[in-house]
């Protein structure tokens, strides 16, 4: 049984962990306050009466980077007013704008105490205790293997508070270096977690009450490790023996590249009930000009024969992707094939981007930027249309039967959510079983995000 710190009078210090970005940031965020816990942090849902506070930050595109320091604006003030009261307040900043600016924050915001990059977490508390005794901390090495040797497993208690389905990173970092792309940059080269560590970790999950797990990796199809059978095992393997963990009903994994898509995971697609019939499958742009540009080593027949073989072995998946617009050279035809893409897959979710030019990418450096009025003409329609095929998925599940994973009470009274297999909310207006349960429903009607539907 594990002691809350709050159970020790006098030793309780409060952290605020603000999270930006990516589920593998949200992951993160939990790890590093498992490894505070240790030292005594509970978490606070504020600044105002936090002892450390910690922007877990992301650097994907302009916008997301910028919030970073406008943020640290506001907590600076908070910090000069507990100062006052004779309060002290460290600030960390973590994720992967520390990475990427990690020196620059230092000297923009001299409030920050600790910078902190995603390879270095388990260094987390020690760097809390330096910046307690005065110093100003910059850790943005790259080890990733001993962060995923060192961060304390999820601890029981928070898991149970964090409900019945749970991440679990299983790779990190990413090899590929599309060129408008940071990640390669601020979470380094690819490196897969071992086996052993996996299964110990999903293991403690369902233990606390998972019963949905999604694998996490900035490249996730590209995880490998050997397997006890001493083989060489790719993540179709993988998912494999994690369904042999008793009590994980559903599993689930994010984000692939079409190029790491083998034959072994289509297979546990095939093979696998448990594993969730929806795939997140990024393509990015469909004109073979951009995306040879972008260096995603695929062209659009690649990724559309990719999806032929994926509905063979699995009809009922639902595809979701990722898309950027005005990258640079992208004519008004390159845009027509990222429409014509898109009608020809049909997706059932999808996040689209206008292009942002990062900092050391090679995309930042070509010639021919697309306007701004062009590229915000452009998402308007491709939004467009994947919003009318997302509608339209939604209201084919009408009259259908399903299951949904029971998550949680209602907004209103009365009512319970649960997660379809496509990873939309279902909103049921009985509980129809306990939280955890998987129960079967029939889909009465669509909501604006969410499904309404009936037990059976
Ligand atoms: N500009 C716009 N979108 C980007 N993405 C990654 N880098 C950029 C960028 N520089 C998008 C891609 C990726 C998703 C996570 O973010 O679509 O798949
Ligand atoms: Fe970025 Fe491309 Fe790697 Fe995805 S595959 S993380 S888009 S470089």
Partial sequence: METLASERPGEVKKVFVKTY?????????QRMSDALAADGYVATDTPDDADLVLLNTCHIREKAAEKVYSELGRIRRIKADRAKAGQEMVIGVAGCVAQAEGEEIMRRAPAVDIVIGPQTYHRLPEAVRRARAGDRVLETDYALEDKFEHLPHPREVSVRGRGVTAFLTVQEGCDKFCTFCVVPYTRGSEVSRPVAQIVAEAERLAHAGVREITLLGQNVNAWHGEGPDGRQWGLGELLFRLAEIPGIARLRYTTSHPRDMDDGLIAAHRDLDILMPYLH???????????????????????MRLVDRIRAARPDIALSGDFIVGFPGETDEDFEDTLRIVRAVTFVQAFS???SPRPGTPGAGMEFHVDEDVKNERLQRLQALLTTQQREFAAELVGKHTNVLLEKAGRAEGQWVGRSPWLMPVIL???AGEIGDIVDVRIMRTGANSLFAQAI
């Fill in 429 to 431: 207006d009985e509980k």
């Fill in 353 to 355: 981007f206008k292009y």
């Fill in 281 to 303: 499958l990024p393509i990015q742009a469909g004109s073979d000009r951009i995306l040879k540009a972008m260096n995603r080593r695929h062209t659009a027949d690649d990724y």
């Fill in 21 to 29: 970005g990516c589920q593998m940031n949200v992951y993160d965020s």
